[in-house]
């Protein structure tokens, strides 16, 4: 099995959760926030990853990967803090118990 193959279900896990949250308060803010996260996330994994591969402490048979790669890392591996920057957050607000205010009727 090829990396590209194993990422795929995190990202479609990660696509539907966040879906799921479309219609909750503040949606578009919690993405952005989430966006924020995941450009930290990413430059740190392309940091780190790069000085462990570097390190010769692991490394990617060229035939399980798609090619592409930020330096010395293999793109999917960027794949796996993104899911998590948009994954957890999603997941709060879908298990989130708290009381919410009830909407007013319009008339």
Known sequence: MTY???VLPFVAVTAAVV???LRRP???R???SCGIAAGVLVALTAVFD???IAAELFDYPEHLISGV???LAPIEDFAYPVCAAFLLPALW???DRSPRPREEATA
């Open 69 to 71: 790669r930020i330096g």
């Open 19 to 21: 879906l799921a949250t």
């Open 26 to 28: 503040r949606f578009g």
């Open 50 to 52: 790069n000085v462990m």
């Open 4 to 6: 590209p193959l194993i």
């Open 93 to 95: 607000t879908l298990l």
């Open 30 to 32: 919690r993405m952005a």
